[in-house]
C-alpha cells in the first residue's frame, strides 16, 4: 500500500468519520488542488468522472490518525537491551535514518502526523522539515527538538540540562525558535520492583510554572514527561499544555486538569508490552503483578477522564521496548477500547483531539479542510481490524508546498 496524494479527484464510500462524527451512507468528497471542496451524500462518481475527476472506491474514510507521542530516532522493535544500548550509540546519520524509517513506517500505517518527543540530536527537527516536500513518503511531525531536565537526573538522551530559573527563561526561549512545543522532563520513570515512582520531581510548582509562562510568551504550549503523584499535582496545577504518561492518576488530579484545560496523553504501550512479555526484562511475578495493577488503574483514570472532560490524545511512546511505529497505535486504540471508551471517542482522540490541541485551522474532515485521510476497505465500527491494512492514504499538503 503507497501513500497517494492527487492534485483533483473523488471518493466514494458507504461510510465516514469526520474526526468527531460518525456518519453513514453513501458519501462522496470531492478534493481538489489537496483540500475539500465538497461532500455531498450520495454516490456522484458519474457526474465527477464526465467533469475529468478520477474517481476512488472504498467502504470508509476517516481522518488522518495522529500518535501524539513518538520518538522517531528510536526502533521499537528491538527487545534486547543490549541491541538497544548499541542503537543509540550509532553515528547521527545512522540514527537519522532509522527516524526517516519510523515515518515512512508510521505513514504507511494510516498515521498521517505523529508528536516528536524529544531527541537530544534534533533529528526530529531535520526529518520534520523533510517531511514537508510533497511526496516524501514521510509522516507529517510535531516536534519538541530537545526537551529539558534536571542535571544528572533522568531523560538524557531528549533533553539539555538547566539548573535554575535563569538556564530554564533562556533554555525555553530558545528553544522556542525552532521548537514546536517546549518538552518537560518532570519526573523520573516508574521503579516496577516497588510498583511505584519513587523518585523526588526534578522541578518544582514555580519552575514548571516558569517553564510553562515562558513558552506561552513565546508563542509555543509545553509537553511534560509525568508519573507519580507529586509530579502529576505539579503539572496539573501549572497548566501544562498536555501530561505525558501520567501513571498513577487520581480523581483530584483529573479535576484540576479540567479546570486548567490540560491534556492527557495516556501511552500504555511500554509498560502494556512489558507486562505482556516479561520474558523481555526478567520481571519475577510480583514485579508482574505491579505491572498489572498499574494498567488497570491506568484505564480506570483513563474513562474517569472522559467523564469529566479532560481532553485525551491517543500517543504510544513508539521507540520503547515493544512499541513499533505505526503499528502501536491500533494497539493503543485497543487499550482506550478496553477501558470502556467506544470507538468514536477512541477515533477522535486520536484524530480531532490531538489536531485541536496542536492549534491546527481545521481539525476534522471538512469543506475547505487539506484532504488529510484514511480510506479502508472495511468499516472498522463493524471490523475493527480494517483500520490496520489501510487501501490509500492522504497526507495533508499545506497550500504553500503544492507544486
Known amino acids: 500500500m503507497e501513500p497517494t496524494q492527487n492534485a483533483g479527484f473523488a471518493v466514494v464510500v458507504d461510510g465516514w468519520f469526520d474526526g468527531e462524527k460518525r456518519h453513514a451512507g453513501p458519501t462522496t468528497v470531492t478534493v481538489i488542488d489537496h483540500h475539500i ?70 505513514l504507511s500505517q494510516g498515521i498521517t502526523l505523529v508528536r516528536d518527543a524529544g531527541d537530544r540530536h534534533g533529528i526530529n527537527n531535520r526529518i520534520r522539515e523533510e517531511a514537508h516536500t510533497p511526496n516524501s513518503g514521510l509522516t507529517r511531525i510535531r516536534s519538541t527538538g530537545l526537551g529539558l531536565k534536571r542535571p544528572k537526573r533522568y531523560g538524557a538522551f531528549m533533553a539539555r540540562d538547566v539548573e535554575d530559573a535563569a538556564a530554564i527563561n533562556a533554555s525555553v526561549t530558545e528553544l522556542a525558535a525552532t521548537n514546536d512545543e517546549i518538552k518537560l522532563i518532570l519526573t523520573g520513570i516508574i521503579d516496577f520492583d516497588a510498583g511505584a515512582v519513587t523518585d523526588e520531581p526534578q522541578f518544582t510548582l514555580s519552575e514548571t510554572r516558569l517553564v510553562v509562562d515562558t513558552a506561552r510568551a513565546c508563542g509555543r504550549n509545553t509537553m511534560v514527561h509525568c508519573s507519580g503523584a507529586k509530579g502529576l499535582a505539579i503539572a496539573a496545577a501549572a497548566g501544562v499544555g498536555s501530561i505525558e504518561h501520567g501513571f498513577f492518576m487520581s480523581r483530584n488530579h483529573l479535576a484540576v486538569m479540567a479546570e486548567n484545560r490540560v491534556a492527557w496523553t495516556p501511552t500504555f504501550g511500554p509498560v502494556h508490552f512489558q507486562w505482556s512479555h516479561p520474558e523481555a526484562i526478567g520481571w519475577k511475578p510480583e514485579t508482574v503483578g505491579h505491572l498489572r495493577r498499574i494498567l488497570d488503574e491506568h484505564a480506570r483514570h483513563l474513562a474517569l477522564a472522559r467523564d469529566m472532560g479532560v481532553t ?58 487539506p484532504f488529510d485521510a484514511v480510506l479502508l476497505a472495511k468499516n472498522p465500527f463493524e471490523h475493527i481490524s480494517a483500520l490496520r491494512q489501510p487501501l490509500k492514504v492522504w497526507p495533508a499538503i499545506a497550500r504553500e508546498h503544492q507544486t
Open 37 to 106: 471542496s465538497d461532500i455531498a451524500a450520495g454516490d456522484h462518481a458519474a457526474a465527477l468522472a464526465a467533469r475529468g475527476l478520477a474517481i476512488e472506491r472504498g467502504a470508509f474514510l476517516l481522518p488522518g490518525l495522529v500518535d501524539a507521542h513518538v520518538h522517531l530516532f528510536l526502533d521499537g522493535k528491538p527487545t534486547d537491551n543490549k541491541v538497544r544500548s548499541e542503537h543509540l550509540k550509532q553515528p547521527l546519520e545512522q540514527l537519522t535514518e532509522a527516524a526517516r524509517a519510523s515515518a515512512r513506517q508510521s
Open 312 to 369: 485525551l490524545l491517543l500517543g504510544t511512546d513508539a521507540g520503547s521496548m515493544g512499541v513499533q511505529h505505526g503499528h502501536a497505535v491500533f494497539e493503543e486504540i485497543d487499550r482506550f477500547l478496553e477501558a470502556g471508551l467506544s470507538l468514536e471517542e477512541t477515533l477522535t482522540a486520536a484524530t480531532a483531539n490531538s489536531r485541536r490541541h496542536f492549534g491546527h485551522d481545521h481539525t476534522t474532515l471538512c469543506r475547505g479542510a
